[in-house]
């Protein structure tokens, strides 16, 4: 018991030890929100029972979260700290239900280890509410097929359908459980809570459905491209592009679960498959699956490294429960691999307090990485200092990137709305929302932020340019990129491009 108890102390010291390091990070002055980041924020100050490209969850934790931390950067982050906690804590429970205490504790070491927690742990994207949900719904699911409870059926079924509402691919949880109880010959017995647990979960799609019956199904339309059912004429295949996108994938997944563990995860999945270990085998089923169906479509279109890895999270299960099993040699080779794959990272994110990252080299290293997350605020500052000096009044912020028009709403004194005005790019919520055609005729200063083009193109005419500059925010000694600002009085004409692509 008082090993047991070792290991529940050692998870949360360094579950807890992590948060602090990701929150750190979020309080880094030079570094501001991802633009994802900065969208989803928008959408929760426009709430919505769904989003033109994804389901509303996201948005609610940030409007949440917001509202007690306020419109800051770790206002939103919070979501993701606290997601990474939640799902090494889901592994933690699932290697000590299936296993003990000190499996649990390899389990979430491992989590703790592949750079996907990392991502959907600092980051707030879809991907930190989906990873956590689909990690609770799996154990929740396991459970209530080994012990037979209605009461883990619906449970089950309830984190699959807030994971429905994080994202849509939550959904392969219901194939992935009904897969298992075929190949452990259990349906049968267990049909009419299957039929409760897909009855429960199905309640995750009914934002979707309200908003899309209300907007031309447009999620629909949008999904279905993504995955080239759509969107223009289709193209033959070319080998080259295919080996090339299928390459990218299949390293990056490498790379996703930690380079430093790949000889313990091959020794692992050798051993799994002459064992054909059925709880290792529901745990690895998931990620397999949604694997192998992602390999299928990177030769077809390139494929982003993110896209399977929420379903790994019972890897990590599995490859904790090995470790434990190993001899002394293995387990100090995976303690060593453990430690360098999160304090690597660790320190890469922390704020310089060594000085080592005034070193030139890793400096710049560092401004590339830290490329889309840096010079937002310095952008939105010498706006505010620009509205200031000019003496501006009832001005409106626009520009061609629904990215900038983000940063610009989350950044700028006061919040406000910002516009996009689309100049030949595929349909996006902006499209959806109110847009800057209110402001005809009405007398309002436009101000224009791009960072990809010189002028408006034709898009937009007013009857005085104010003020033009090429601002150029830096991350310490290093130019970030060059924006276009300009600076207008009174809009009279307004012809964006209408997209019909989804």
Request: glycine share 6%; aromatic share 16%; proline share 4%.
């Amino acid at each position: 018991m008082k090993s047991e108890s070792r290991y529940t102390l050692g998870f949360w010291t360094i579950t807890l030890l992590l948060v602090v390091v990701k929150v750190l990070f979020t309080l880094r002055p030079e570094v501001n929100l991802f633009t994802e980041e900065a969208q989803y924020w928008l959408w929760s100050q426009n709430m919505a029972w769904h989003y033109y490209s994804k389901p509303p969850l996201v948005a609610v934790l940030n409007y949440l979260s917001t509202a007690i931390l306020g419109n800051t950067e770790l206002g939103v982050r919070i979501n993701a700290i606290l997601s990474g906690v939640g799902i090494s804590w889901v592994t933690f429970l699932f290697g000590s239900y299936l296993y003990d205490k000190r499996a649990g504790f390899w389990a979430a070491m491992v989590m703790n280890a592949m750079p996907v927690w990392w991502l959907a742990s600092t980051f707030h994207m879809t991907d930190s509410s989906l990873t956590f949900f689909w990690a609770l719904g799996t154990y929740l699911a396991f459970r209530a097929i080994r012990e037979g409870k209605k009461s883990w059926w619906i449970w089950a079924g309830i984190a699959t359908a807030f994971g429905l509402m994080a994202k849509v691919v939550m959904g392969l949880l219901l194939p992935v459980v009904f897969l298992y109880l075929l190949f452990t010959r259990s349906l049968k017995a267990n049909l009419g809570n299957f039929a409760l647990f897909v009855g429960v979960s199905l309640l995750g799609f009914v934002p979707a459905l309200i908003w899309n019956f209300q907007n031309n199904f447009d999620t629909f339309k949008h999904l279905a491209t993504l995955g080239g059912a759509g969107g223009g004429e289709s193209k033959s295949l070319d080998l080259g592009s295919s080996l090339k996108w299928f390459l990218e994938y299949f390293s990056g997944q490498l790379a996703i679960i930690s380079a430093f563990l790949l000889p313990a995860w091959v020794a692992c999945f050798r051993e799994l498959i002459k064992t054909k270990d059925k709880p290792s085998i529901y745990l690895v089923l998931p990620g397999l699956l949604t694997f192998l169906a992602f390999a299928a479509l990177s030769f077809m279109k390139r494929v982003e490294v993110n896209w399977p890895v929420f379903a790994y999270t019972g890897f990590a299960v599995v490859l904790g429960a090995w470790i434990v099993r190993q001899s002394a040699a293995w387990r100090k080779y995976a303690s060593v691999a453990i430690v360098l794959s999160i304090v690597i990272p660790a320190i890469f994110i922390l704020p310089d307090v060594t000085g080592l990252k005034s070193i030139p080299a890793l400096e710049k290293g560092e401004q590339k990485a830290f490329n889309r997350l840096s010079g937002h605020e310095a952008l939105a500052e010498r706006l505010d200092f620009l509205q200031d000096s000019l003496e501006l009044n009832g001005e409106f912020y626009f520009s061609d990137s629904y990215h900038t028009a983000s940063e610009l709403s989350f950044y700028l004194d006061g919040h406000p709305q910002s516009y996009v005005m689309n100049m030949g790019s595929r349909k996006n919520q902006w499209d959806l929302w109110e847009d800057m055609s209110q402001f005809l005729d009405k007398g309002n200063v436009g101000v224009f932020v791009s960072m990809n083009h010189e002028t408006m193109d034709g898009r937009a005419a007013f009857d005085e340019l104010i003020h033009e500059e090429t601002f150029v925010p830096y991350f310490g000694e290093y130019p970030i990129r060059k924006v276009k600002i300009q600076i207008w009085r009174n809009l009279r004409s307004y012809q964006p491009f209408i997209p019909d692509s989804y």
